[in-house]
């Protein structure tokens, strides 16, 4: 089945050097990293789920039940894929963590003219990894919605944004889940594109000593 989803070939190119190296916290954008008709039937399944409206002082969105809840049976092995023992290993590879197998939160975010998520970084419970897998077509700087990276001052708060990232259908973002690890998705301006993905965490094998 991860054959089928997976292009091993884009993750393996990935090491954990240039994954680790990267500024401000180790991340990585791959490309192409799945099978484009396999994304593309995805994002019709998921025409067919439920998007439910978040609205809260972070963040302003539409999101869909984690998909381990899904009853279509597409979206479900898409799950699989992503959580398959197969999979995970090119994650662990390129993050250097062992992470929990067979678990881990998975769901689509839509975001609209003027919904945004504002900077946090993610450290929630055992969160390792996070990932956004972007599913926009035709999206530019113009439509915001770009997944922004900050840097830390001193006192470890984010600082400002420096590095922005507009996504692309088919790209996968990556990045692990630290006191560094602050980021956000700037308020998206367009007017006439929604702004899909599929979003979730791995979680750490062994509980943070």
């Known amino acids: 089945m991860t054959q089928q989803w997976v292009n091993e070939k884009e993750f393996e190119k990935v090491s954990h050097n240039n994954y680790s190296k990267n500024q401000p916290f180790p991340h990585i954008s791959i490309e192409a ?7 593309l039937n995805l994002v019709k399944e998921l ?9 809260h002082d972070l963040y302003q969105f539409l999101r869909t ?11 479900k092995e898409f799950r699989t894929t992503i959580f398959s023992k197969k999979f995970m290993k090119h994650i662990e590879k390129i993050t250097g963590l062992s992470l929990k197998k067979n678990s881990g939160d998975l ?15 993610d450290q929630v419970q055992m969160r390792a990894v996070a990932f956004i897998l972007n599913l926009s077509s035709n999206w530019s700087q113009e439509d915001g919605g770009e997944l922004e990276l ?10 400002k944004v420096v590095k ?4 692309k259908f088919n790209q996968f973002n990556l990045f692990t889940v630290s006191d560094k690890s602050f980021h956000q998705i700037s308020e ?21 000593k």
Do not use: M
């Open 150 to 159: 900050f840097s830390i001052n001193s006192q470890g708060n984010p600082n």
């Open 107 to 121: 769901h689509s975010l839509k975001l609209l003219n003027t919904h945004y998520l504002l900077c946090h970084d």
């Open 188 to 208: 998206v301006i367009s007017k006439e594109k929604a702004r899909i993905s599929i979003s979730g965490w791995f979680y750490l094998e062994n509980e943070k």
């Open 164 to 167: 922005k990232i507009i996504p």
């Open 65 to 75: 039940v984690d998909f381990k809840h899904s009853k279509n049976d597409f979206i």
């Open 47 to 55: 025409e067919k789920e439920e998007y439910y409206l978040e609205d």
């Open 33 to 39: 990293g799945f099978n484009s008709d396999k994304l």
